[in-house]
Structure formats: structure tokens, C-alpha cells
């Protein structure tokens, strides 16, 4: 039997009640996204977008009220695995949602790498990531987290297990 045909990702278009888990599995379920506030905003089979809004718990250096890498970090690699997911739902459209929605629970980071480039300073975050390759067993994820005014804050890239 062969393999279902590759789909181009600019033409899937994933179903409301899909988009609705995934929204609330990323912005309630994942209980660390919901601690900070990170908020799933744009699920697309290329990539995904989120935001975040400073708040005194997420303040790492209190001088200069600028937020903590780690959360930083945490966000980036967020995003990055929900690209990831996004891709391989993409790429099993023939499969029911339960049974894309199983290919989850494989999913887990191998390596993430963060560039902090600029103080993370502001009211209000966009996180984004794309996948650059899904390979059978590993693919890998660019991210990148910017300030309200588009200003790019810092960068990451990771590889991701999704068998």
C-alpha cells in the first residue's frame, strides 16, 4: 500500500472543531501556557503565531522589569512544537481527527537552541514558528519572539521526535 500523496500546505485548510481542540489544548490543557499566559492566536499547516503580555510573574531581572529568558525559552519552544504539530496533522488529512490528534502524544523536543538578542521589554509579545523539515521520525522548527512594535527580541531552532 502506498503512502497518501504529499499535500501542498498552502491548500489544507484545517476543520473549525480541529482548530477549537488544538486552540484549547494549547491555551488551558497545557497547564505552563497557561500559567504565563501564552495564548494560541494563528494554527496554519506552516507554522503558528501566540502571543504573551508581560506580567509581574514573568519578570526576571525586577530593575529593569524585563522578562525571565526561561519563559522566553518556554514560549519559543511552545510554538515550535505546535508548528510541528500542525505540519503533521497537515500532512494526515485522510486520518479522522481522534486519530491525528493520538499522533500528539509522540511528539517531545530533542534540542532547542535560543539566540537572545534584546531585553524582552514591553506589554505584549508575538511568538512564531515554521517548520523547516518533518522527516518521518525528527523535524525541525525556526522560531522567533518580537516585541509589539515587530522589533525581533530573540530567535530559536529545534528539532522535535514526532514518532
Known sequence: MSPPPRLDPAAVVFEPE??????????????FNRLIGLRL??????????????????VGNFTHH???????????????GFAVMAAVLARHMDEPIA?????????GT?????????PVQGERFEVTAEVLRLGSRVANA??????????????????????
Do not use: N, Q, W
Open 18 to 31: 480541529l482548530l477549537a481542540i488544538l486552540t484549547h489544548m494549547f491555551d488551558e490543557r497545557i497547564a
Open 41 to 58: 492566536t494563528r494554527f496554519h499547516p506552516e507554522g503558528v503565531t501566540a502571543d504573551i503580555c508581560m506580567k509581574p510573574e514573568l
Open 66 to 80: 524585563r522578562m525571565h529568558g526561561g519563559v522566553t525559552s518556554a514560549c519559543l519552544d511552545a510554538a515550535g
Open 99 to 107: 486519530k491525528r490528534l493520538d499522533r500528539f502524544g509522540k511528539l
Open 110 to 118: 530533542i534540542d532547542l537552541r535560543v539566540d537572545y538578542l534584546r
Open 142 to 163: 525556526r522560531m522567533e519572539f518580537r516585541g509589539a512594535d515587530g522589533k525581533l527580541l530573540s530567535t530559536g531552532a529545534a528539532a522535535y521526535i514526532v514518532s
